[in-house]
């Protein structure tokens, strides 16, 4: 059964620790995406990647947030410094290119910052 | 720029009961609608999907939809709730970046509540 696999399931750091988080897509599929997801904000999307390529990273803050595609089995996101109010579940999802397809998410990263 | 709107953050239902939970779209193209649920420490899993076929979309768990254009609706339905059926549901729509598709852009979300 094909899944989106996302390591560590929950991570608790304190403010300034670095932290990245793994997700491995669907194989086959070629596009991912990272989500954020918060009590007030609810799903914000951070950053999408098609065929590994970076095409959309606007909703992340550029100073502390990184996103890559080492390769096509491999998405990371970092945190370095973390802050407190980076403290949220973190979903990464992947999905084939095409208007009507869905996606298919992780089971998240809980991450607490103190 | 697309966006949805989705009608009561929390619903309760008795079991049995229909289930109706309300989302609007705004979309300056032809929209890919969809419906995701979220049960608690879990991520989001596809109930269905609007790609401009029938406008009346089945999905798992006895769910289904329909796309109304005159309404901009996209309501998800059941007509019986079962107990399983507590969890936050989510409607979507599909972005269009200058003629490429992108992200899906989410709504509130809805916590359905299912009582015995």
């Known amino acids: 059964d094909a899944r989106v696999t996302q390591t560590p399931r929950h991570k608790v750091t304190e403010m300034g620790q670095e932290v990245t988080m793994r997700c491995q897509p669907i194989?086959?599929?070629?596009?991912v995406f990272w989500y954020r997801q918060t009590m007030m904000q609810g799903l914000e999307l951070l950053a999408y990647?098609?065929?590994?390529?970076?095409?959309?990273d606007s909703g992340m803050p550029k100073d502390r947030f990184s996103a890559e595609m080492p390769d096509a089995t491999l998405a990371t996101l970092k945190i370095q410094p973390s802050e407190p109010r980076d403290s949220a579940v973190y979903f990464c999802?992947?999905?084939?290119?095409?208007?009507?397809?869905?996606?298919?998410f992780g089971s998240g990263t809980q991450l607490s910052v103190l | 720029a697309q966006s949805v709107t989705q009608l009561g953050s929390h619903v309760s239902v008795s079991e049995g009961a229909l289930v109706l939970l309300r989302c609007n779209y705004s979309?300056?193209?032809?929209?890919?609608l969809f419906w995701y649920v979220q049960y608690p420490n879990q991520g989001l899993q596809l109930l269905l999907k609007?790609?401009?076929?029938?406008?009346l979309v089945k999905g798992i768990n006895g769910f289904e939809a329909e796309f109304k254009k005159s309404e901009t609706s996209f309501h998800l339905t059941k007509p019986s709730a079962h107990m399983s059926d507590a969890a936050e549901y989510f409607c979507?729509?599909?972005?269009?970046?200058?003629?490429?598709?992108?992200?899906?852009?989410f709504g509130k979300g809805t916590k359905l509540s299912v009582k015995p």
């Open positions: 609007y790609t401009s076929a029938a406008t």
């Open positions: 979309s300056s193209v032809p929209p890919y």
């Open positions: 999802a992947s999905g084939l290119e095409g208007q009507g397809a869905g996606l298919f």
């Open positions: 990647f098609r065929n590994r390529a970076p095409l959309d």
């Open positions: 194989l086959g599929h070629n596009t």
């Open positions: 979507a729509v599909r972005a269009h970046y200058g003629g490429s598709q992108g992200n899906l852009i």
